[in-house]
């Protein structure tokens, strides 16, 4: 994962973290956080609060998403 990262520095990703989607261009990552250099100017965020590092414009992979089956929402499958 870290070589992943490094491989990211420099490069303009998207930074999901605490259901807000961040872009910019990754400038480091350490263990506490990650440094975007952002239209409206720096933001640090704290990895606590990450949730993905991508490329931007890369699509989520399928273990990113977390669908709820349509059969969940089934009353009459409870009966």
Known sequence: MKERLENLVNCEVEVV????????????????????????????ISMDQVNVIRRAGETPGPDAKKDIPPDFYDEDKDK
């Open 17 to 44: 973290a605490s259901g807000v989607t961040y872009r910019g261009i990754l400038k480091e990552v350490s263990e506490d956080e990650v440094q975007l250099q952002m239209e409206t100017g720096w933001m640090a």
